[in-house]
């Protein structure tokens, strides 16, 4: 298993390389889809390995995977291989462009590394090279956002990198705190290794780790988008090619919530769970109650998926924030349920945009008929995201509101029910009109049919665990979810 993990560490690496060194797309697309395959099918293989508690570990302890490691490797696997097939039917659709051949050299480039510093992430066995690692996704995904070079996605990206990164200057000053607080347990000089502040938690004085897990908080919750920190982001899912806005929404965004999730790990040990789940709470409630409120004046419909991310990240922090078992189970199924739905919607934002060349909802009309096959599933894709019952999202939010009532958070369970449900009407309201709502006499002149059958495939492939999930819960997944939960804490 050690050798499988650097493959999957890996071969991004090498697929971006080979699609740089290049002007030939096809290249960049086999090479992508080929990356994508072997790292999806790597990544399942360990997450057998380590569904019952154990870890994997290489290259000197440098890379390990746990289950809770595995949770968002196993989100970002699978957006992976799907954005890699509907890339190829999403660039396709440009190549009469006279810039085509630059275009896709660079996108399936920062594409692949892209990815693979995403895989690191929870690869990392320490909070320097976590950091380093989070930084990284920073440096390439800015490089995505800007890709279309418009006036809007180089403001975006610069808007993007500016926040982000003084978000990231609160987080470092972060791992700088707490690897102080650990100097009187663990002497002067120590790797910051996640398994040596376990060990040493108990001794650690209580007061610097509480505030070092704020620090972390804010400064990775900026490129997780918790409110009030989120303002970066409607702006870069908005501009991004919308294969990068999926993995930005279902990837990247779990992936500094990771983050988040190791130093609260620390902080419970230290301080008692008490502190670290108010502390989410608190960010989470906001984040849900001012997206839901977004989300129901949104004219742009990237940008209302957007705001649907930032919801759910709000819910994800309110589960782990609630504490019981089934809640932070359910909190971590919520990362994978989230990345298969909110793929779905942004391809289904892909189609829409190259058949009606806008991202504006009200001049998008009639989608189920002129899109038959993406239209009803990019509006299957809004009711997932509002909970529909038999999605996953229904599923795990039904988890975290369980385990809500079972830690007697009644007043947060409320404002959770009221706030999704309120996000449930913004989000279905402007898809339906979208799709169901016939075609105007402007939009007569649109020709219908599906752009490609890559990116009809990329979306069945998403459609699958957003309705398969909902019915049937996996044995290995349970178990994997349960041993994660464990690691973050629960009980108490």
């Known amino acids: 298993m050690s050798v499988l993990l650097i493959v999957v560490f890996a071969v991004p690496l090498v697929a971006a390389g080979a699609s740089l060194v290049t002007n030939q797309p096809l290249v960049g697309e086999v090479a992508t889809l080929a990356s994508a395959t072997v790292s999806a099918l790597g990544t399942v293989a360990l997450v057998a390995a380590v569904r019952n508690g154990s870890s994997v570990e290489t290259a000197g302890l440098w890379l390990r995977l746990d289950p809770l490691g595995a949770v968002f490797l196993l989100a970002t696997a699978f957006l992976y291989a799907a954005a890699a097939a509907f890339s190829i039917g999403y660039l396709r659709a440009g190549r009469g462009r006279p810039t085509f051949l630059p275009h896709a050299r660079r996108y399936y480039g920062y594409l692949n590394l892209f990815v693979w510093t995403m895989i690191l992430v929870p690869l990392m066995n320490d909070f320097a090279t976590l950091w380093v690692a989070v930084e990284l996704t920073t440096i390439v995904s800015v490089l995505l956002v800007a890709l279309d070079r418009t006036d809007a996605a180089l403001e975006a990206a610069w808007k993007y990198v500016l926040i982000a990164s003084v978000g990231l200057g609160i987080a470092l000053l972060a791992v700088v705190l707490l690897y102080a607080a650990g100097v009187p347990a663990l002497g002067d000089s120590y790797l910051p290794r996640f398994a040596n502040y376990v060990s040493a938690a108990h001794h650690m004085p209580t007061v610097q780790v509480e505030f070092a897990f704020i620090l972390a908080v804010v400064g990775y919750g ?5 409110a009030p ?9 908005s501009e991004a090619p919308s294969p990068v806005s999926a993995l930005l929404s279902g990837a990247l965004l779990a992936n500094a919530f990771y983050a988040i999730l190791r130093f609260f790990e620390i902080t419970r040990l230290t301080a008692g769970a008490s502190f670290p789940r108010n502390v989410l709470l608190v960010f989470g ?3 849900l109650v001012l997206a839901a409120l977004f989300v129901l004046r949104q004219e742009n419909y990237k940008r209302l998926l957007a705001y649907s991310t930032i919801e759910h990240m709000g819910v994800i922090a309110v589960g782990i924030g609630f504490g019981a078992p089934i809640a932070v189970a359910g909190a971590l199924f919520h990362v994978i349920n989230h990345a298969a739905a909110k793929g779905l919607a942004f391809f289904g934002s892909g189609s829409l945009v190259r058949r009606y060349d806008t991202k504006e909802i009200d001049r ?6 002129v899109l038959p096959f993406s239209g009803p599933m990019f ?3 809004a009711f997932a995201l509002s909970a529909f019952p038999v999605s996953g999202i229904f599923r795990s939010e039904f988890q975290i509101v369980s385990g809500g009532f079972q830690s007697a958070r009644y007043f947060w369970v409320a404002v959770l029910v009221v706030f999704v449900n309120l996000a449930f009407f913004g989000v279905v309201l ?10 105007r006499d402007a939009g007569a002149a649109i ?3 599906e752009t490609s059958w890559w990116m009809v495939g990329a979306m069945l492939a998403c459609l699958v665990p957003v309705v398969g999930l909902g019915l049937y819960l996996p044995g290995g997944l349970t178990s994997l979810l349960d041993h994660a939960a464990r690691i973050v804490g629960v009980g108490g």
């Open 447 to 449: 020709a219908s049919g």
């Open 229 to 237: 920190l989120h303002t970066w982001l409607p702006d870069a899912h």
């Open 379 to 381: 509006l299957l894709a």
């Open 285 to 287: 409630t906001f984040s």
């Open 364 to 369: 998008v009309r009639g989608a189920g008929s």
């Open 430 to 439: 402007h898809a339906g009109r979208m799709v169901l709502t016939p075609v």
């Open 222 to 226: 900026t490129k997780v988008g918790l």
